[in-house]
């Protein structure tokens, strides 16, 4: 399995972008995809799952309200769309999967995932 995560690059405060995370090697419906960011000096953390078989979205409170994730079956494709970004969204931006149904406790969990793609650069700034 392989994951590949494309979108990043530099928006202004306020703006939007969307990443992308290209799932290969897989084609079961059982299967969780989680975002994860991490900042310079900080740790890895979750910002939004979904699990593909129902759909069901979590995301960290930081981000709820402002991105949404979004599965695209036919193109195992999973989207996370940011708006109304901050500065502090500023990170490099992994997807990550394993072939489990995740429950709401351990999706946004970086060990829950067996699967990691490349990070994308994400930079909020004027």
């Known amino acids: 399995v392989q994951l590949q995560a494309s979108g990043g690059g530099l928006v202004q405060p306020g703006g939007s972008l969307r990443l992308s995370c290209v799932v290969s090697?897989?084609?079961?419906?059982?299967?969780?995809i989680g975002w994860f960011r991490q900042a310079p000096g900080k740790e890895r953390e979750g910002v939004a799952g979904?699990?593909?078989?129902?759909?069901?979205?979590f995301y960290t409170s930081s981000v709820r309200g402002r991105f949404t994730i979004s599965s695209d079956r036919a193109k195992n494709t999973v989207y996370v769309q940011m708006n109304n970004m901050k500065p502090e969204d500023t990170a490099v931006y992994y997807c990550?999967?394993?072939?489990?149904?995740?429950?709401?406790?351990?999706?946004?969990?970086?060990?829950?995932?067996?699967?990691w793609g490349r990070g994308t650069q994400v930079t909020v700034s004027s």
């Open positions: 979904i699990r593909v078989r129902d759909r069901n979205t």
């Open positions: 090697g897989t084609s079961s419906a059982d299967y969780s």
């Open positions: 990550a999967g394993t072939p489990r149904n995740l429950i709401a406790s351990s999706i946004l969990r970086p060990p829950q995932y067996d699967y």
